[in-house]
């Protein structure tokens, strides 16, 4: 998935930019799929800003013995009857969708901060 948009209740879009900062590893290792194998990998973000509500996440895929392009995405946030923290991939090949990746920094953001996802799109 190259965009996804989550719709999140009960935190502001202040309270998850300020969490999304410096480097970070994205949670436990997960298996991806590539030229038909699968590898356990381990995501490493590092965010810089993009203006006041939105971050460029540069993606560094590891996997012992193997080597990944890393990938590029947009993180927005919009405030209005639900805050929707938007997620856009910017380059790379598409090893990681723009859902995963959105769901995998929502859960490094609930273990710091109490909200609900109310709806996921995809495109």
Same mark, same amino acid.
């Given at each position: !998935?190259?965009?996804?948009?989550?719709?999140?209740?009960? /935190?502001? $879009?202040?309270?998850? !930019?300020?969490?999304?900062?410096?480097?970070? &590893?994205? =949670?436990?290792?997960? @298996? *991806?799929?590539? #030229? =038909?194998?699968?590898? +356990?990998?381990? *995501?490493?973000?590092?965010?810089? +800003?993009?203006?006041?509500? $939105?971050?460029? %996440?540069? %993606?560094?895929?590891? &996997?012992?013995?193997?080597?990944?392009?890393?990938?590029?995405?947009? %993180?927005?946030?919009?405030?209005?009857?639900?805050?929707? @923290?938007?997620?856009?991939?910017?380059?790379?090949?598409?090893?990681?969708? #723009?859902?995963? @990746?959105?769901?995998?920094?929502?859960?490094?953001?609930?273990?710091?901060?109490?909200?609900?996802?109310?709806? /996921?799109? %995809?495109?």
């Amino acid at each position: !998935m190259k965009e996804a948009l989550f719709a999140i209740k009960g /935190v502001t $879009c202040e309270e998850l !930019m300020e969490l999304l900062n410096g480097t970070w &590893s994205a =949670g436990e290792e997960f @298996l *991806l799929k590539t #030229a =038909g194998y699968f590898y +356990p990998v381990r *995501l490493e973000l590092r965010f810089t +800003p993009l203006g006041d509500s $939105c971050r460029v %996440v540069h %993606v560094k895929i590891k &996997s012992s013995g193997r080597r990944f392009w890393g990938e590029t995405f947009v %993180v927005c946030c919009q405030e209005g009857e639900r805050t929707l @923290l938007k997620v856009l991939r910017g380059r790379g090949v598409g090893r990681i969708g #723009a859902d995963n @990746l959105g769901y995998r920094i929502l859960e490094f953001l609930r273990s710091r901060l109490e909200f609900t996802i109310e709806e /996921v799109s %995809v495109f």
